[in-house]
């Protein structure tokens, strides 16, 4: 009925934990409701890792009847409820943060990228190109990086934005050498940490600055004009390259 072995309860027996209440003609043990009952007692506090002579201990006390020690053993597999649950969602999230290439901590995306969202962001990425091999070859590269690589892309990044910001306050146009130079830092930062962007993809990612309103709205913020530029500096730069 419990699942507990004959080896087990006659062990239970010898260290005097589960005495059965009286024995067959035959020398069988025989075990009352009541002795079922400590069983079924012992069992749980097995199961939350007591050890046999603690069990002992708690199930000895005078004080302690059956609603006693319910209560107790609601109480400790509640708090272990609560541990496993955190437990889990802290693996979950790793696993999800892995899946999607990203091994920093939401405190880490904070302070290197100002928000905590990026596994959102990773996650919307891989909807929409989650079964091209581009995805792939980003996903088994940025597995790997560490905060330091990340607060070196940031720093990468930061660099060739506020480069496009200079060279348009400046008047630079952006098919002159300056907008297409800056283009084409923007597309080796992308080979080099991320995936192989050839030309006619880097177009394709120019397309999105000025068809994303996301894209526009964010660019446009660090310069008026920001995200049209950058299309242009990066379709000049794939005309020179062609």
């Known amino acids: 009925m419990s699942g ?4 087990t309860l006659h062990h239970y027996h010898e260290i005097g934990l589960l005495v059965p209440t009286v024995r067959s003609p035959a020398g069988y043990r025989l075990y009352s409701p009541a002795d079922l009952q400590r069983l079924r ?3 749980f506090y097995r199961e939350l890792d007591f050890r046999l002579d603690e069990i002992g201990e708690m199930l000895a006390s005078p004080d302690a009847g059956t609603d006693d020690h319910l209560r107790r053993q609601h109480a400790l597999l509640r ?17 999800e943060a892995r899946k999607m290439g ?4 939401p405190e880490e995306q904070l302070e290197i990228f100002g928000t905590d969202k990026i596994d959102e962001h990773a996650a919307e990425a891989e909807q929409r190109w ?9 996903r088994r590269k940025t597995t790997a990086y560490t905060k ?3 607060i070196t892309i940031k720093a990468e990044a930061d660099a ?3 480069g496009f910001a200079a060279a348009i306050r400046a008047g630079e146009p952006p098919y002159g050498p300056v907008g297409m130079d800056l283009a084409e830092a923007h597309r080796g930062h992308l080979c080099r940490w991320f995936y192989d962007c050839a030309y006619d993809m880097h177009r394709g990612l120019a397309e999105l600055y000025v068809s994303d309103p996301r894209y526009m709205a964010s660019y446009d913020e660090i310069e008026p004009g920001f995200s049209q530029y950058v299309h242009d500096a990066i379709m000049a730069n794939a005309d020179r390259h062609a």
């Open 160 to 162: 060739n934005i506020q």
């Open 148 to 150: 330091q690589d990340w």
């Open 79 to 95: 708090a272990r409820q609560d541990r496993t649950a955190a437990l889990l969602g802290a693996i979950e999230s790793e696993m």
């Open 41 to 43: 007692q012992i069992l």
């Open 4 to 7: 507990v072995s004959v080896r």
């Open 130 to 138: 989650g079964n091209t091999e581009v995805w792939q070859e980003s």
């Open 102 to 105: 990203i091994s920093l901590t």
